[in-house]
């Protein structure tokens, strides 16, 4: 299958159309960006890694029942996946207090929450991705409240999926971002499973393996990226 026209170009990703209407060229980049894209950089290799691990990880999500866009990893930095009716969205499962959460609600940072928070945000970046309640997703008429509550669930089995996969490895997973889409009447998991999208500690120490390291300057940002994926995808 060839690479078309260029169809979208985010954050993280260019996605590109080709000769199937049903399948889109998703092409990682290896530019990063953090503090509402205020600070800008580049990250050697982080377009291969984090398709190599987006790509192990919605394996591992499919063999437990959870449909993804995902269908073929075809460059070391592309995949082909389902062009789906994206949902705006985002998102987010908290397993241990870190970034906003910690903000927010002063808490400590680092402490385990008692269950997870699942939390919503509106992708919209000219509003700066404002966070969401329940009521404003389904009376704004972002999500229907059924298509809602299939989220909720899926986000739900995702985490339990993840963190224990997570965990094996030695790693805490400690938040992280989900998309979803529709394609008929199923939904799908969209975009990314990636350090961009995580927040991965080190769980006996809390060494930071994430894009925290890029966005709080803690160096040495490439190789806890290779670190985590060869972790992950041994």
Known sequence: MKKGKLLYEGKAKRIY?????????AEFKDSATAFDGDKKGTIA?????NAAMSAHLFAVL??????THFLEQVTERAHLIRNLTMIPVEIVMRNVAAGSLVKRYALERGLILK??????????????????????????????EPKLRRIEAAAVKINRVLRNYFRKRGFALVDFKLEFGT??????????????????????????FDKDRFRFDLGEVESHYEEVVRRLTA
Do not use: F, Q
Not at 17 to 25: G, K, M, S
Not at 45 to 49: A, F, H, M, P, Y
């Open 17 to 25: 159309r080709t000769d199937d209407p049903a399948v889109l060229w």
């Open 45 to 49: 290799r982080k377009g291969e890694l």
């Open 62 to 67: 499919e063999r437990a029942g959870v449909p």
């Open 115 to 144: 269950k997870p928070i699942l939390e919503y945000y509106l992708k919209d970046d000219s509003l700066h991705d404002p966070m969401l309640n329940r009521n404003h997703v389904i009376i704004l008429g972002y999500c229907t």
């Open 183 to 208: 394609r008929g009447s199923r939904l799908y998991l969209g975009d990314e499973i990636s350090p961009d999208t995580c927040r991965i500690w080190e769980a006996k120490t809390g060494e930071v």
